[in-house]
């Protein structure tokens, strides 16, 4: 079975950092593209951050730009975001994506990615 499986989110203080996971089973996240997602509460879904199946492209969002890491694991089953200096507005759902031999397009649309996670929830504390 085809399964992207988000951890690491929980609640943290504003200022504070956390790592997400994503652990791929039944594919290899070789050769796909990677991308992390969010949803706050009433907002629409928006792109964080990718790395295409290359790696020789990549896209973030304006408001992850240095605070927001996004990486991939060595055994090709793992992704990772690693969130710094977390705001309040960062309180949201977060979500993996994948898509085989996917790049990242400006905002990069959700339609582009094929493999969903379920998310795990980050909230911020003030």
């Known amino acids: 079975q085809v399964q992207l499986v988000e951890s690491g989110g929980g609640l943290v203080q504003f200022g504070g950092s956390l790592r997400l996971s994503c652990d791929a089973s039944?594919?290899?996240?070789?050769?796909?593209?990677i991308a992390w997602f969010r949803q706050a509460p009433g907002k629409q879904r928006e792109g964080v951050a990718c790395i295409s199946s290359s790696g020789a492209s990549s896209w973030s969002a304006a408001f992850a730009k240095g605070r927001f890491t996004i990486s991939r694991a060595n055994n090709g089953n793992t992704m990772y975001l690693q969130l710094n200096n977390l705001d309040t507005d960062d309180t949201a759902a977060y979500y993996c994506?994948?898509?085989?031999?996917?790049?990242?397009?400006?905002?990069?649309?959700?339609?582009?990615?094929?493999?969903w996670g379920q998310g795990t929830q980050v909230t911020v504390a003030s």
């Open positions: 994506a994948a898509e085989y031999l996917g790049g990242c397009r400006r905002g990069i649309p959700e339609t582009d990615f094929d493999y």
């Open positions: 039944g594919f290899s996240l070789d050769q796909h593209a």
